[in-house]
């Protein structure tokens, strides 16, 4: 693998606090070199720093004009389901003429009707179209992302699933219990099924294990047993939590020491406390509350308070419809009060702790992995400010610049 030297760049961008993930004030500190370069050998950056201060170079270098462009960290993407076939567009036209996302689930669409198109899908079909997203996701900045399973629900789509994502670059989550599928019996019966039957070659596929803990969908002794049964098998927990109402999610993962609580939209005053004095990192997610028509999350008050917190987009066919993090940094500035430097953190190094991989992911810096996205921009804060614009001009993943398609 040959160096990689990006030149003349007007601003290098990098998460400043030590240590992750980053809360409070650190949340918000960065580090602007400008008229800078970013230098690395073998897919992992060597160093980073003022054009001025550029030493002698490796002989084999190849040389990226920087000018008129900003370097930031890959973007890390720590929360999409990403795995499923077919789409939603005609819920999404009955949820603009008034439908509520939680009624049309209720009526066995939602998320079901994705899990028959997915069940539906042969694993080479599957493979398709998580590559198809995941094209998506790289042309947006994102060089690292997590998908969950949960449109297969039966034993085959939900491994294939995992097969797939893997197979795509994505780190595996098992959402073994994200739905209760109607050909299973109650909650409980499938939860047996699931534990049973599908844990063990989960465990194998995926690095964690994930649960939608919500009214119709499991409550928190099942969610409990279901977790309980995944970190036995040696899985990392994540729960989706609070995203319409407060069913004790919070509590549940600070029990039984999850990584994550994502959502957050319907967590009040006390669960913003109790969350802020644990370890658990709250995943928030702008784009879903849009997109549903739902209040966004308390982010202001979580960071106040001292939580950790990293965003992500939920990229999925019902509830967020959107790949992209630099969409996701907008909607942090605009709706979740957050300033740019505060989104870039938790978009870079703290989704990066998410994924159990703050030491080599999220920051421009000797030894991290030379994942490098340049924005179209001589100000880095563009990232938030070009609302859906194409702010993002090039990507370079493991030190090779990436044909964006
Ligand atoms: O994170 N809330 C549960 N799961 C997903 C949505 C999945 C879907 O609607 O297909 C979420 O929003
Ligand atoms: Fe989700």
Redesign the pocket.
Known sequence: MTALLIRDLAQVVTPAAEGAPARGSALGEVTVLEDAFVLSEGGTIAAVGRMRDLGSLPEDVREVDGRGRCAVPGLVDCHT?ACFAGD?VEEFALRAAGAS?EELHAAGG??MS?VRATRAASPADLERAIGRHRAWMLRSGTTTFESKS??GLDRETELASLRAIAAAGGIPTWLGA?AVPTDQGDADAYLDFAIGEVLPEAARLAEAADV?L?RGAFDAAQARRYLDACREAGLVLRL?GD?FTEQGAVQLAIELGARSI??LEATGPDGVRTLADSEVIGVL?PA?ALFLDRPMPPARALVEAGAAIALAT?F?????FCESLPVICSLAATQLHLGPAEALTACTVNAAAVLGRADRLGRLAAGYAADIVLLDATDWRYLAYHLGGPVVAEVVLGGEPVELR
């Open positions: 389901h939603r996302y939602g998320i994705t949960g449109y994200h939608f919500e989706h995203q994502d959502h997610l879903s939920d999925n066919p019902g509830s967020s």
